[in-house]
């Protein structure tokens, strides 16, 4: 493809402002007059969501973890089509695996794999020469990736500023900017996630405004350009929904599916300018034929006219749940629509929408469950086994997914559980189609959920006969099945017979050493960083 100009934002470790300078760099590059694209690498919704709107278009998410390294490339190549600059948020420190394992990706793996320059962060309020030997080691700690150069953040004084320089100006690494103590605003609200930049609200401009103004200032943008530019060709094709739809089909080795003759209606969640998910949920709901139409849980009182089918994505944080509880009338149309039988799709918060209540508070009561907040977060992948046939996955699919949510639901799966990882253990809930877990999951690594969420909801049926369980609390319709023992097995043939899995009593039941999946580090990963 065509030269795409491009640098990946980086950082020894989390809190050196990686993410409000490469934020800054976007807002202040646009006001330049250049067309932005933002990146961010890593599953967090609420860092893609501000450098979109600093980029004026789709923030992306870059994850090997979700979607498979060789996928990177050509969303890249996709979410930055048309850009005079593609700016890449990096997660955690560089060389930080998302996961837990030894050989888990990281931003250096990323940065590697499209051949893209580092822009290393670094905070210097407590450093004076070290900053060279910390900026050499990380020069020399991969031979194959490429640091281009270096932005001092939280410098003290002028005469700071200038120990910083000499010292990397002796190792040869170019200092692009210093923003001195105080200059850089502070970071994006993470509790409120992306919902301050869904309804563009005044604060959200504000911060994306100063930031590019601190940015302009202490930055040379000509050299970042210039960097950027130096980068090769990236040499692979462009991910489009289309394209993807028709190589998952053709893995599997069936025909495309033709698209339906009348594109049913999937609603899914978030504004018109940005759903609380990954982009290309929508991108390939519509490839596969769909008419997509947003529906804000935060505002809208009813779902679109004629909707066939929900999706709930995991990026509403759960800091919104009073919101949702309060939001009565579309509470009730999203559980009529579930028990309908209708296809419904719920991650993250979208799951606590339908449980009985959240912390006391009323919630949809589609399941027979209740959610209450812990003292700490649980943050991290998951290679989950699906444990029933639904749009999301056949039974016995394998999926890579992401968790972060401070809420414990108990009890923690229904009859038919969404999924199992780690040592067996069930989560989530599976009942006629509706399929709700507190697991994300990106569909670019996946694209074939959203043929099979639009056939289901181009069916017409109502599910009233599905064999796939009632909630939690009703009687189960076939024998149980144990969990899966420790350890890896194979996926299950798609015609195998639907099954039950683990029963739990009726109603809820207090967490126990066996819910809490913290006891359970299936590709853990760290807590992204805070600015």
């Known amino acids: 493809m065509p030269s795409l100009p491009r640098l990946v934002v980086s950082a020894p470790a989390s809190g050196h402002g990686k993410s409000s300078v490469a934020i800054g760099l976007l807002a202040a590059l646009r006001h330049r007059g250049l067309s932005t694209a933002g990146l961010k690498v890593g599953p967090d919704h609420t860092d893609a969501a501000y450098l979109g709107a600093a980029a004026g278009r789709p923030g992306r998410n870059l994850d090997p973890m979700l979607v498979g390294s060789g996928r990177i490339g050509p969303l890249l190549a996709h979410g930055a089509a048309g850009a005079d600059i593609a700016v890449v948020a990096g997660a955690m420190g560089l060389f930080d695996g998302l996961g837990s394992r030894p050989d888990s990706p990281s931003t250096a793996t990323v940065a590697t ?86 309804h563009h609200s005044i604060d959200t401009v504000r911060l994306i405004r100063r930031l590019g103004e601190a940015v302009d200032a202490a930055v040379d943008l000509d050299l970042v350009l210039a960097m950027a530019r130096s980068a090769p060709p990236l040499p692979v094709p462009e991910w489009t929904a289309g394209d993807a739809l028709a190589a998952e089909a053709e893995a599997a080795g069936v025909p495309p599916a033709p698209p339906p003759a009348r594109r049913p209606v999937i609603a899914v969640a978030g504004t018109a300018e940005l759903i609380y998910g990954y ?26 006219e004629a909707t066939a089918a929900l999706v709930l994505p995991g990026g509403l944080p759960e800091t919104y749940l009073p919101e949702l509880s309060a939001n009565r009338a579309l509470t009730l149309a999203v559980a009529d629509l579930a028990r309908s039988g209708r296809p419904v799709l719920a991650e993250g918060t979208g799951l606590l929408w339908l449980v009985r209540e959240c912390d006391g508070r009323p919630m949809g009561e589609v399941f027979d469950a209740a959610a209450s907040t812990t003292d700490r977060m649980i943050v991290g992948y998951r290679e989950a086994t699906s444990r029933a046939a639904t749009p999301v996955a056949p039974l016995g699919g394998r999926l890579i997914g992401y968790k972060q949510h401070q809420m414990v639901v108990s009890p923690r799966a229904g009859h038919t ?115």
């Open 113 to 198: 794999a499209v051949r893209a320059p580092v822009l290393l962060v670094v905070d210097a309020a407590t450093m004076g020469q070290s900053v060279g030997a910390l900026v050499h080691g990380f020069r020399a700690y991969d031979e194959l990736l490429w640091l281009g150069g270096v932005i001092l953040n939280r410098v003290s004084s002028a005469r700071h500023e200038q120990v910083l320089r000499t010292a990397l100006d002796e190792i040869g690494v170019p200092v692009l900017g210093a923003l001195h103590r105080g200059e850089l605003p502070a970071g994006i609200p993470r509790p409120a996630g992306v919902v301050p930049v869904a």
């Open 279 to 304: 982009a290309e949920t929508v991108e390939l709901l519509t490839a596969a034929g769909a008419a997509v139409v947003p529906v804000d849980p935060l505002r809208d009182e009813s779902l679109p």
């Open 417 to 531: 559980p969404a999924w199992t990882w780690g040592n067996g253990v069930p989560e989530g809930f599976v009942w006629r189609r509706v399929h709700a877990s507190q697991l994300t999951l990106h569909w670019a690594g996946a694209p074939e959920i959203a043929r099979r969420l639009v056939v289901a909801a181009a069916d017409g049926r109502t599910g009233a006969g599905s064999p796939v369980g009632p909630p939690a609390g009703e009687p189960a319709p076939h024998p149980p099945v144990p969990p899966h023992p420790p350890g890896p097995h194979p996926p299950a043939p798609h015609s195998a017979a639907p099954h039950a899995s683990v029963q739990h009593p009726p109603g809820p039941r207090p967490p126990s050493v066996g819910d809490d999946e913290d006891t359970e580090p299936v590709l853990v990963a760290s807590a992204d960083d805070l600015g």
